[in-house]
């Protein structure tokens, strides 16, 4: 069951492939060729496939979102206090963070933000309940919850 359904999608169609191997990763997102690539490995395991492809996508949406709703997202994260995350993608991020990196908004602060975007999306929309990368606080959940029901609602967005 997903906390929101999924908005209506719109933009040039993705390639999507599987790939015996992507070495240590279990996804790639090649954005100016709108590929996105899947380790086989992602279909293994009940919900990887649609918590990871659905991260892959936000990636296209979080390209086109534009600035000021961009900074509107970098604000909810900015203010969170916990620990914790959605997603494998951002927690490694987050754990590396220097508070020199907030402030400065550098390359590996806004990384993380993207990336916590696009976990966040991926818990939103996956339809799974739980998950061991799904580590997050429940107010810091609601907070993102609610600013992806007023940012995203139900679409249309852009990829």
């Not at 086109?64 to 206090?81: D, Q």
Request: proline share 4%; charged share 30%; net charge positive.
């Amino acid at each position: 069951m997903s906390v929101l359904q999924l908005p209506r999608l719109e933009g040039e169609p993705l390639h999507v492939a599987i790939r015996a191997s992507l070495g240590p990763h279990l996804a790639a997102t090649f954005i100016p060729k709108r590929v996105i690539l899947l380790d086989r490995e992602v279909l293994s395991r009940n919900g990887d496939f649609e918590r990871i492809f659905i991260h892959e996508i936000f990636h296209f949406v979080w390209v086109r979102l534009g600035n000021p709703k961009r900074l509107s997202w970098e604000t909810v994260i900015l203010h969170e206090t916990t620990q914790g995350e959605l997603g494998w993608s951002a927690e490694w991020r987050k754990a590396r963070l220097r508070e020199k990196d907030k402030e400065e908004r550098t390359r590996s602060w806004r990384h993380y933000v993207c990336e916590s975007f696009c976990d966040t999306a991926a818990w939103l929309y996956a339809g799974i309940e739980t998950h061991d990368e799904f580590t997050l606080a429940g107010r810091a959940r609601a907070r993102r919850m609610g600013w992806f029901r007023e940012y995203i609602g139900s679409g249309p967005v852009s990829i």
